[in-house]
């Protein structure tokens, strides 16, 4: 009864700590306008929609979980089956704009999966008890399954030169230990930056930049490639090719600040 009882309070934690992040991405959200701009403000996208609704729904969901696990409680079941098949059919039409090629779908899908493999690994965390291995493992099988689905989702957008998913990808890929493709996290990176430079996001160009250069070797071509990219405006003609040992060091020389 008492590891029972341990139990229930550290999920209760979990799920009091996941309310506090999805209200505040859900609030976050709340200031995004929808239907038709106010000056100066950009409409809010489908995709936007989409995500705001899914925030919203989890919102409930996780209260309602709570208030499963609280004495004294009345939980509304009717509202937390709707509440969980909004975020199904949001995740499913996220999915199905993905593979029809919209890259911002793709990249949200990437992102939520992300969401929920923290949550799997962090409820795995704390709920590391000898009397409940079986939820351990279901849990950890549950991280590995939308981690291959936020890679997924976020290579697809990545494809497409999406620069915030592949920010994310490279971010994502360069926590892994050991690095399994230390040169495709090069050229995530690489891509992110290209792409903030492309829309004319200077400061998220060089955030990228600033990230790339404490997770890439110094040596790396690519990272000559971009340092020149950020900090003096010439992009290469190719940016994807491999460069040679003597023309990275001229691009070095002339990319020094």
């Known amino acids: 009864m008492k590891h029972a009882g341990l139990r229930n309070l550290t999920l209760g ?4 700590c996941a309310l506090v992040a999805a209200s505040a991405s859900t609030a976050h959200d709340d200031h995004k306008p929808s239907g038709k701009p106010k000056s100066g403000k950009v409409a809010e996208t489908d995709v936007q929609r989409l995500v705001r609704r899914y925030d919203k729904a989890q919102v409930v969901v996780v209260q ?7 004495t004294g409680c009345a939980t509304d079941e009717g509202r937390l089956l709707d509440a969980m098949e909004t ?4 995740l499913l039409t996220l999915a ?4 029809a ?5 793709a990249y949200e899908r990437g992102l939520l999966s992300l969401r929920v493999a923290e949550s799997h690994s962090s409820r795995s965390w704390a709920e590391s008890d ?13 991280w590995a399954q939308e981690t291959a689905l936020a890679q997924q989702y976020l290579s697809m957008a990545a494809a497409e030169g999406h620069a915030q998913a592949c920010l994310a990808l490279a971010e994502h890929l360069a926590t892994r230990v050991p690095q399994p493709e230390p040169k495709v996290v090069s050229r995530l990176f690489r891509c992110a930056v290209a792409g903030f430079t492309a829309q004319g996001k200077r400061a998220a160009a060089v955030d990228a930049f600033v990230k790339m250069r404490d997770t890439v070797k110094p040596n790396d071509p690519l990272m000559i490639e971009t340092h020149s990219l950020i900090y003096r405006h010439v ?3 190719r940016p994807w090719r491999q460069v040679e040992p003597a ?10 600040p």
């Not at 975020?87 to 949001?90: A, K, S, T």
């Open 235 to 237: 992009p290469p003609d």
């Open 130 to 142: 000898a009397q409940f291995p079986g939820t351990t493992a279901i849990l950890r099988r549950r």
């Open 247 to 256: 023309e990275a060091l001229a691009v070095r020389k002339q990319a020094a």
């Open 13 to 16: 934690c979990w799920l009091l």
């Open 96 to 99: 199905e704009r993905a593979q």
């Open 64 to 70: 309602q979980q709570l208030c499963l696990r609280t």
């Open 87 to 90: 975020v199904r059919v949001v």
């Open 101 to 105: 090629g919209d890259a911002d779908a």
